[in-house]
Each structure stands twice: as C-alpha cells, then as structure tokens.
Nanobody, 115 residues
Framework: VQLVESGGGLVHAGGSLMLSCVVSGLISSPPIMGWHRQASGKQRELVALINRGVPTNYNDAVLGRFTISRDGTKKMVYLHMSSLKPEDTAVYFC??????????WGQGTKVTVSS
C-alpha cells in the first residue's frame, strides 16, 4: 500500500495551496483518510480527517481555512489550504486507516509559508 502526496511548495502568507494524495495497492481507499503535519522541532499533529465522504475533524488552528475532501473513484484525498500563515509551515502527511484498524502513511510533502 502506498500513499503519495503532491502539491506542497512555497507560498506567501495569505496564499493558497491544494495538497493531493493518491492511494495505490488497495482495491478502494481506506474509509478514514486525512492529513497530519509536523513542523520542525514539533510533534506530528492532526490537521483534518474525513470518514468516507464526511469531514469529521479539523485542527482548531486550521478551522475555516482548510477543507478536506476526497474522490473515492480516484482513490484520492485533498486538502485545500487558504489564508495560509507562516505557522502552517510543516511537512504534511497523508494518512489512511483501514476498516480493520491498520494505519497507512505517506512520505510527506513540504509546505513553506513565507511572511
């Protein structure tokens, strides 16, 4: 099973980015998918989760600015990030949890927000 992220990069504060993650190696994508992030020197933290087609969790720090969505037919999950802040700078990891509780992680994509 592989989760591969794309879409990271450098953006000015106030800008937007769209992260994408594609799942391979499974007939269908895991029911629960999401995004976590890890800033330099900090612990990895949850950004957003989506259970099948319904967003279920957002980090308070991104609420109202980030939107998670998915396309089951393409086995993809997206994170649309707007009004980006320098404190959003981190490596963003795609995440999936199968129906029997296995967790899958991508390798991460770096997002840098300049002030």
């Amino acid at each position: 099973v592989q989760l591969v992220e794309s879409g990271g990069g450098l953006v000015h504060a106030g800008g937007s980015l769209m992260l994408s993650c594609v799942v391979s190696g499974l007939i269908s994508s895991p029911p629960i998918m999401g995004w976590h992030r890890q800033a330099s020197g900090k612990q990895r933290e949850l950004v957003a989760l989506i259970n099948r087609g319904v967003p279920t969790n957002y980090n308070d720090a991104v609420l109202g600015r980030f939107t998670i969505s998915r396309d089951g037919t393409k086995k993809m999950v997206y994170l649309h990030m707007s009004s980006l802040k320098p404190e959003d700078t981190a490596v963003y990891f795609c995440y999936g949890r199968s129906s029997n509780g296995f967790d899958f992680w991508g390798q991460g994509t770096k997002v840098t927000v300049s002030s």
